[in-house]
């Protein structure tokens, strides 16, 4: 399964976005969409999971859960907005993470794009870092990535200034 990953989107789904995660089957949501128009618009784009951020409003809480425990390929995923890393993760989390034991553990809110091992818990900790342009980061990131089996390849990173949206994003 070829998975496209995004997270604090806030409002924006925009094409040099799109056209990154286009060959994607399905696009994972770490949170903060920021409307419900955005996950309407992603999900007409591509199939979508989801989970709601803490900025989210009732109308996206309606829709998507504080937290989704599933299956890709052989992995069992953990996807939660507030999570944390390795040694720092948020209480509610981590006690997901020890009663769930997941492969994959998937978390947003940071604004920070990062994959680590967590080597005590045996599972990837992956935070898009943020697509959308509200709050401090200076990039927007996105992830998409291949799950066969047991296997997590072919990782590729999408950075785009913050300041650069629309055409002038895609004549970089």
């Known amino acids: 399964m070829y998975i496209g990953l995004i997270s604090d989107t806030h409002g ?8 990154f995660l286009g060959p994607v089957d399905e696009i994972w949501h770490a949170g903060d969409f920021g409307s419900i ?14 989970v709601y ?15 989704q425990l599933f299956r890709c390929e052989d992995m069992k995923v953990l996807m939660t907005h507030i999570g944390g890393y390795p040694g ?3 209480p509610r989390a981590r006690a997901m993470i ?18 680590v091992n967590d ?3 045996d599972m990837l900790v992956i935070n898009p870092g943020a697509e959308g342009i509200q709050g401090f980061h ?11 089996g047991r296997d997590i390849r072919d990782m590729e990173v999408f950075e785009l200034d913050k300041v650069r949206t629309g055409r002038e994003a895609e004549a970089r």
């Open 12 to 19: 924006i789904f925009d094409e040099p976005f799109r056209k």
């Open 119 to 121: 080597t005590k818990r």
């Open 53 to 67: 951020g803490n900025c989210d409003g009732y109308d996206v809480r309606l829709e998507y859960p504080l937290f």
């Open 98 to 115: 020890d009663e769930y034991r997941p492969d994959v553990f998937v978390c947003g809110h940071s604004h920070i794009l990062k994959v």
């Open 88 to 90: 720092r993760y948020d």
């Open 138 to 148: 200076i990039v927007r990131t996105a992830l998409r990535f291949r799950i066969e």
């Open 37 to 50: 128009g955005v996950a309407e618009a992603i999900s007409a784009f591509k199939p979508l999971r989801g």
